[in-house]
């Protein structure tokens, strides 16, 4: 059953004072900030209420609300306000870019912007789309020797030099060529399986093993073509949120950021085709084991030259996730416009955040068609 409006704007209040406070919210504080129109004794049944249907929950009997990462999804998706940063803002965060548009000297930098403007450890990571191989020429140099050259959907030209201990004549690279072109081509590295290395060396007659040299350094050169480059800065800020007072959980987090674990879970390849998109994952959305106590926000930017990645932060389920989310989308689309040869975008722009794949436009107008209001 869906939230009341009432229930709404009570979750949203508990939600936002908590994020301010980092303490439990009572009935009290949230009658004392008015606007909702009804009395202290109905608020306390909503939160008994938003308690019961997993939104809050009580850490003690006596203690006030807080937010589950139910009720923050909610609060993501439905409630809260978008945020555009001021002009102030943009033109410090501009100011902040060095003239380099080094991608290496960028990325750097913009991790250590977004780390400072939201004092929570920043994420850039960028990663080419997986290659595949257009063709494959195999060029025959005498009967111990070949040249194999690759070339990759991304352009790139790959060769290597083959040295034989055994003699082969010119017919039997010129099968495999042809048996290579016909059925390694336009394929993802995981795609090439002993069972197709095993059919191509039947087909060519290859009984010496060169079909497994051939398809060994297509395997190489596709794998290498997918590496990530990643920067992390500001590990520390998390000792500086209360949820990590624990030294032990601090640590940890740290630990699995630094080691480089985070790779792996964040979801670059899931991300859509237009720049600056934001995704949020709450608490247990989070893959890593690690992350289920933490926020991740996620922003897309063109890293050019056929690259794309992702910049964000690692916090607490206790964020401001609009401002977070306005702060990155714009920090995103200015290295999309630097790596690209452009400027950083002019002031005010509006972030563009997608949750679960739904515009946020959309949904709020969806939201606006059924309830007649904005929630």
């Given at each position: 059953?869906?939230?009341?409006?009432?229930?709404?704007?009570?979750?949203?209040?508990?939600?936002?004072?908590?994020?301010?406070?980092?303490?439990?919210?009572?009935?009290?504080?949230?009658?004392?900030?008015?606007?909702?129109?009804?009395?202290?004794?109905?608020?306390?049944?909503?939160?008994?209420?938003l308690?019961?249907r997993?939104?809050?929950?009580?850490?003690?009997?006596?203690?006030?609300?807080?937010?589950?990462?139910?009720?923050?999804?909610?609060?993501?998706?439905?409630?809260?306000?978008r945020?555009?940063?001021?002009?102030e803002?943009t033109?410090?965060?501009?100011?902040?870019f060095?003239?380099?548009?080094?991608?290496?000297?960028?990325?750097?930098?913009?991790?250590?912007i977004?780390?400072?403007?939201?004092?929570?450890?920043?994420?850039?990571?960028?990663?080419?789309?997986?290659?595949?191989?257009?063709?494959?020429?195999?060029?025959?140099?005498?009967?111990?020797?070949?040249?194999?050259?690759?070339?990759?959907?991304?352009?790139a030209?790959?060769?290597?030099?083959?040295?034989?201990?055994?003699?082969?004549?010119?017919?039997?690279?010129?099968?495999?060529?042809?048996?290579?072109?016909?059925?390694?081509?336009?394929?993802?590295?995981?795609?090439?399986t002993?069972?197709?290395?095993?059919?191509?060396?039947?087909?060519?007659?290859?009984?010496?093993?060169?079909?497994?040299?051939?398809?060994?350094?297509?395997?190489?050169?596709?794998?290498?073509?997918?590496?990530?480059?990643?920067?992390?800065?500001g590990?520390?800020?998390?000792?500086?949120?209360?949820?990590?007072?624990?030294?032990?959980k601090?640590?940890?987090?740290?630990?699995?950021?630094?080691?480089?674990?985070h790779?792996?879970?964040?979801?670059?390849a899931?991300?859509?085709?237009?720049?600056?998109?934001?995704?949020?994952?709450?608490?247990?959305?989070?893959?890593?084991?690690?992350?289920?106590?933490?926020?991740v926000?996620?922003?897309?930017?063109?890293?050019?030259?056929?690259?794309?990645?992702?910049?964000?932060?690692?916090?607490?389920?206790?964020?401001?996730?609009?401002?977070?989310a306005?702060?990155?989308?714009?920090?995103?689309?200015?290295?999309?416009?630097?790596?690209?040869?452009?400027?950083?975008?002019?002031?005010?722009?509006?972030?563009?955040?997608?949750?679960?794949?739904?515009d946020?436009?959309?949904?709020?107008?969806?939201?606006?068609?059924?309830?007649?209001?904005?929630?």
């Amino acid at each position: 059953m869906d939230l009341t409006p009432r229930k709404k704007k009570i979750l949203a209040a508990v939600i936002e004072e908590y994020i301010r406070t980092a303490e439990p919210v009572g009935s009290k504080a949230i009658a004392q900030k008015g606007g909702l129109g009804c009395s202290a004794a109905t608020i306390r049944n909503e939160l008994a209420e938003l308690v019961s249907r997993g939104y809050l929950e009580q850490p003690h009997t006596s203690a006030g609300r807080v937010p589950t990462p139910l009720g923050y999804r909610m609060y993501v998706n439905e409630l809260m306000e978008r945020q555009a940063l001021s002009e102030e803002e943009t033109a410090e965060i501009s100011g902040q870019f060095s003239g380099s548009t080094a991608p290496d000297q960028l990325m750097s930098e913009a991790g250590r912007i977004v780390s400072e403007a939201t004092s929570y450890p920043a994420l850039a990571l960028s990663a080419r789309p997986a290659a595949t191989i257009k063709r494959f020429d195999l060029i025959y140099i005498d009967a111990n020797t070949f040249i194999i050259v690759l070339l990759l959907s991304t352009d790139a030209v790959k060769n290597k030099l083959v040295h034989l201990p055994l003699s082969v004549d010119q017919e039997m690279i010129r099968k495999l060529a042809t048996v290579f072109n016909a059925h390694f081509t336009n394929i993802g590295e995981h795609e090439i399986t002993p069972a197709m290395i095993h059919a191509a060396e039947r087909a060519a007659e290859d009984n010496i093993g060169i079909t497994a040299v051939v398809a060994a350094f297509a395997i190489e050169t596709l794998t290498q073509s997918e590496e990530t480059q990643s920067w992390l800065v500001g590990e520390t800020q998390l000792l500086n949120q209360p949820e990590f007072r624990d030294p032990d959980k601090a640590h940890k987090l740290m630990r699995y950021l630094s080691d480089g674990g985070h790779l792996a879970d964040l979801p670059l390849a899931e991300m859509g085709g237009s720049d600056n998109e934001v995704r949020v994952l709450i608490g247990p959305e989070n893959v890593a084991e690690e992350l289920r106590d933490s926020s991740v926000i996620i922003a897309t930017y063109d890293a050019g030259d056929n690259m794309r990645g992702i910049i964000g932060v690692v916090g607490p389920t206790r964020m401001d996730y609009s401002k977070v989310a306005a702060k990155l989308s714009f920090i995103a689309a200015g290295l999309s416009r630097r790596l690209g040869g452009g400027s950083m975008p002019p002031p005010g722009l509006n972030n563009k955040l997608i949750i679960k794949g739904e515009d946020f436009d959309e949904q709020q107008n969806r939201e606006e068609e059924k309830d007649g209001t904005r929630a």
